[in-house]
């Protein structure tokens, strides 16, 4: 502890004002106290906003492509209330979905086709994105919705006939037959995803008359990202899931976490090298305080006292530079879709040109926030202590520490 603490923080605080508020001192003090502070304000926030951005690109593409497909599919001939007692169980609903082959003049395309209950969740999210036509009702016994994107590409219609190819394998020889199906267009609909090129809806009810086939159940989750935990409470009380999300998207998701932890990692360099020049810039002012710090010494300071000085004032530098950027990152963070609608306007340039998106997306979460704040922090921290620990000298040398000098 120090000695001296009301004092110590006083000439903490007036180093600290000096060398960044005021102008007093000298320049080159003063210019290195203030680089120091924006390196930090910049490194912190351009961390923020980059984060922010990956979330907002993760939240996106869990809703859009996690809302159209099944998280978990067990047998039908599990108990529904079973399910539903499981943690993290939302909704359990029949479902059936087929690989089947779409024929076109223009040729061939390959997509899933799904039944849904008139009950699925999904069911809500398709009529949010239906753009032309209508929903199914019970007198239509063959319907079908398309994604837009393969409606234009292959020029249907609305009530155009739609034929497709089933693959289904015989149970007894297990010899492939391929079967001719059409379904009337009734519909199409947009998620803004790749999906709408790969996925079509139809009634549960058409798809099961269709493949001749008894549906299975579809395990809706809370949180589609505890799938693996849910697959496993299934197990041990003795169900076995069919299949989950993970089996087709899981590897795509773990790219996305990958990207993101490699942006941060990347950009944390902003701030490895701010830290740099705090480091350098809190030697430089040691050296120019050094006859200042005899003085006090002389009048009583101990020398743990001085080495608080130093680090109190480069902790005041460090959390100005991280408050400052915690507050510019945000705040930029929340308004950087507008802005890039706004120099889209001006330029004709958007970033997200040829996705499916049509704004930037940004997702400011808490927990990333404060980690990349604690994070900077502590590295601030640590990299002070170290400094002032091997650069202050006062201490090792008993003639400064104990006499004035000569002149004095």
Known sequence: MMDHPKMVLGIALRFYINGVLQGAGRRYVQYVNRASVIGLTLGTAALIMVVAVMNGFDRELQSRLLSVTPHLLVSGEIPREQLLS??????????????????ADQGGLLFRLQGLAPDDHQVTIMQAALQKGRWWTKQDAAPIILGAPLVERFGYRLGQSIPVALIKIDPETHRIQPRVSSFVLIGTY????????????????????????????????????????????????????????????????????????????????????????LSAGMRIVMLEKQQ?????????????????????????????????????????????????????????????????????????????????????????????????????????????????????
Request: charged share 15%; with cysteine.
């Open 292 to 408: 200042t710090i005899i003085i006090l010494m002389t009048l009583g300071l101990t020398a743990k006292d001085c080495r608080y000085v130093f680090l109190i004032q480069s902790a005041l530098l460090s959390v100005t530079g991280i408050a400052i950027g915690l507050l510019l990152g945000v705040l930029i963070a929340s308004q950087l879709p507008a802005l890039m609608a706004f120099i889209e306007d001006l330029t004709g340039f958007s970033i997200v040109t040829g996705s499916y998106f049509s704004d930037l997306p940004v997702d400011i979460r808490l927990w990333d926030t404060a980690l990349i704040i604690i994070s900077a922090l502590l590295a601030c921290a640590c990299v002070m202590w170290r400094l002032v620990q091997s650069n202050f000298r006062l201490a090792q040398d008993p003639a400064r520490t104990n006499s004035p000098p000569a002149g004095l």
């Open 86 to 103: 499981q943690d993290n169980v939302r909704q359990v609903q029949p479902y059936l979905s087929a690989e089947v082959l779409l024929l």
């Open 190 to 277: 947009a998620l803004g995803a790749e999906t709408d090129q790969a996925i079509a809806i139809t009634s549960l009810s058409a798809l099961a008359t269709v493949l001749n086939l008894s549906p299975t159940q579809r395990v809706h989750l809370k949180d589609p990202m505890a799938v693996q935990r849910v697959r496993e409470d299934l197990i041990s009380s003795g169900i076995t899931p069919l299949s989950s999300w993970e089996h087709e998207f899981g590897a795509f998701f773990q790219a996305v976490q990958l990207e993101k932890l490699m942006m941060g990692l990347l950009l944390s360099v902003l701030i490895g090298l701010a830290l740099i020049s």
